[in-house]
């Protein structure tokens, strides 16, 4: 499958601890990496691999995948930290296509 | 530090043919994948395609039969061409450094964009 689903919206009080979810088949075979979307800006990516964060992102982004789903977590959400949050992949059917999911759109409360 | 920087048109007319160029400075161009993605207005990411530094393309089955993308690398530099735009071409058009390592131990790959361009706001009117 080519498809990576992710929840439109989602919402996490001010210091609480926040999930988004992306599911597709080629997250067997593909870790997901995610990118935070600001409006106006370009997407940076903040997860990739296992759990690995490139320089300068905050440790309280982690990534983590059980099958066909990853997860971005954000432990203690900031008012900084509301965006588009995207995952990505490639498909593992063989085509070498490149996938995003939908997007979620952050809302800190 | 690696920077890539993108320009082109940003207002063209339907049936004409959208030409963006991205350039590379710092770090190395083989070795990676350089992609085009783009982004209408108020929607998310959509891939349009890739290429490698000897030239080897790979693209959205959705864009394919408009889409050519092309390398120069005495340049660092990669190009999209998208032909026969219409207003649902409008979008902004990024570039980025697509980077793939595979873990063989568990059989899994780490694929990534981990640089980007700045974004160029394309837009198709009459």
């Known amino acids: 499958s080519s498809e990576l689903t992710q929840d439109p919206a989602v919402s996490v009080a001010l210091g609480q601890t926040v999930r988004i979810t992306c599911q597709g088949d080629?997250?067997?075979?593909?870790?997901a990496s995610w990118y935070q979307q600001k409006p106006g800006q370009a997407p940076v990516l903040v997860i990739y691999?296992?759990?690995n964060r490139p320089s300068g992102i905050p440790d309280r982004f982690s990534g983590s995948s059980s099958g066909n789903t990853a997860s971005l977590t954000i432990t203690g959400a900031q008012a900084e930290d509301e965006a588009d949050y995207y995952c990505?992949?490639?498909?593992?059917?063989?085509?070498?296509?490149?996938?995003f999911g939908g997007g979620t759109k952050l809302t800190v409360l | 530090q690696v920077q890539l920087q993108q320009w082109g048109a940003g207002l063209l007319k339907p049936s004409e043919t959208l030409s963006l160029t991205c350039a590379v400075y710092?770090?190395?161009?083989?070795?990676?994948?350089w992609s085009w993605i783009r982004q209408p207005p108020g929607k998310g990411l959509e891939w349009i395609g890739e290429?490698?530094?000897?030239?080897?393309?790979n693209y959205n089955p959705s864009l394919k039969s408009r889409v050519t993308i092309s390398v120069d690398t005495s340049k660092n530099q990669f190009s999209l061409k998208l032909s026969s735009v219409t207003a649902a071409d409008t979008a902004v058009y990024y570039c980025?450094?697509?980077?793939?390592?595979?873990?063989?131990?568990?059989?899994?790959?780490?694929?990534?964009?981990?640089?980007w361009g700045q974004g160029t706001l394309v837009t198709v009117s009459s």
């Open positions: 980025a450094r697509g980077h793939i390592v595979v873990v063989t131990a568990i059989q899994m790959v780490n694929y990534y964009f981990d640089y």
């Open positions: 710092g770090g190395s161009f083989s070795g990676y994948y």
């Open positions: 290429i490698n530094h000897s030239g080897s393309t």
């Open positions: 080629s997250l067997r075979s593909y870790y």
């Open positions: 691999g296992k759990n």
């Open positions: 990505n992949s490639r498909d593992s059917s063989g085509n070498r296509h490149v996938v």
